[in-house]
């Protein structure tokens, strides 16, 4: 029997990785290691992963050493997927190895540069990144002498996968199917979905306050943030600012974390799935109580309006925008700048290599390239 760890036998609806749908080639199997913990070591250790350390959430990589990158944020998640499988007797590498890989194919300047690399590819299929992370892993990486990709288990490229459209799923194969079958992923990949929520929200609140672009005055008014701070200042009733945010943010994810904890155990009890087999067939089964959900919504409404869209993020963002477009335009119109790779791949699909070569950029790698291309006095 596998478990989750030395106490907790895995629950009969989890994902397991002997029984596993397998991967798109065969290989023998890697003891002492499971075919999940497998999966995550291959996703450490892929380029796409290394380039997460500089590239941005909410603020550009040179903005300020302290800001979250895609790579700190990853790893953030993976630490609270984990714990919430752990809780609900989930397969806990799965769960890793999906946090790990959910934002491989982010491009770089976070959502502003998704959305330009988006409007160019407006005419070719359009850009999403969640799509680009599992074309990273199936197709992209290239580390093998027996296929290109990661090769990982169907579990874990369904859980990267956790949007698509119909156009899309149907050209997706296997991992497309539950998009056209209207049927769910397994409860890791659930559950991973919301860990990513819980941690990009919160720590853009700590992200927002050490800039200065929000303040403590404002997320007063966010019920979320405010009851969970009267709880430290009552405890603690002289602490100083600097201690008491990362105490009210910390309560703030422990209350999001326990809370999808007990709502996802009384929706599985409700529905008491015997395998994972079920577990597709059935409506999804992690999420809030209303009550919490009402409150992270509130915070994201909140973020959405005074953070996203502070006055010094939509600068950042224009000039993100900017370099995105005049990258892909340059290179659509001259593939012979790309590198000897992508000129190869252009040969049959132009503006994809020009995509995939944009969306692998680091934040200040697309810089210096914008520089190269279009500043006369730049060296090559």
């Known amino acids: 029997m596998d478990k989750t760890n030395d106490m907790n036998p895995l629950a009969p609806y989890a994902a397991n990785p002997s029984q596993s749908l397998g991967r798109q080639f065969d290989e023998p199997a890697s003891a002492p290691r499971n075919a999940f913990q497998r999966d995550r070591d291959r996703i450490i250790h892929s380029t796409a992963f290394r ?4 590239k941005t959430q909410v603020f550009v990589n040179h903005e300020g050493d302290l800001f979250r ?12 997927a984990r714990g919430i499988a752990r809780t609900l007797n989930l ?19 976070g959502h502003a540069g998704q959305d330009a690399l988006n409007a160019c590819m407006k005419n070719h299929g359009g850009f999403e990144h969640n799509l680009q992370s599992l074309r990273v892993v199936e197709k992209l990486e290239q580390r093998y002498a027996e296929f290109d990709g990661l090769n990982l288990t169907f579990e874990t490229r369904e859980g990267i996968l956790k949007h698509c459209s119909i156009t899309n799923a149907k050209q997706l194969g296997d991992v497309g199917q539950r998009f056209l079958k209207k049927t769910s992923p397994s409860l890791e990949a659930q559950l991973t979905n919301f860990a990513d929520e819980i941690a990009y929200n919160n720590h853009d609140v700590d992200d927002g306050l050490r800039s200065g672009l929000i303040n403590i005055e404002q997320l007063s008014t966010v019920e979320l943030f405010a009851s969970n701070q ?3 200042i009552q405890q603690y009733p002289n602490l100083e600012q600097k201690r008491l945010v990362p105490e009210t943010i910390r309560r703030m994810i422990n209350t999001l974390v326990l809370d999808l904890c007990t709502q996802s155990a009384k929706n599985i009890a409700k529905h008491q799935p015997q395998n994972i087999a079920e577990i597709r067939q059935l409506p ?30 939509n600068r950042m963002s224009a000039k993100a925008t900017r370099i995105v477009q005049e990258l892909f335009n340059c290179f659509d119109q001259n593939v012979g700048l790309l590198p000897d790779e992508f000129q190869t791949y252009a040969k049959t699909d132009k503006a994809r290599a020009v995509a995939d070569y944009i969306a692998g950029m680091t934040d200040r790698f697309a810089i210096r390239e914008h520089r190269r291309l279009f500043a006369v006095e730049e060296g090559l």
């Open 69 to 80: 990158t895609r790579l700190t944020h990853s790893l953030e998640v993976a630490q609270l």
């Open 51 to 54: 380039r997460l350390e500089y």
């Open 284 to 313: 999804p089964l992690v999420g809030f109580s209303k009550e919490i959900a009402a409150q992270n919504l509130k915070l994201k409404q909140f973020l959405r309006k005074n953070l996203y869209h502070h006055y010094q993020v």
């Open 91 to 109: 397969h806990e590498d799965l769960t890793e190895a999906i946090a790990l890989a959910h934002d491989l194919g982010h491009t770089p300047f």
């Open 230 to 232: 009267t709880l430290v």
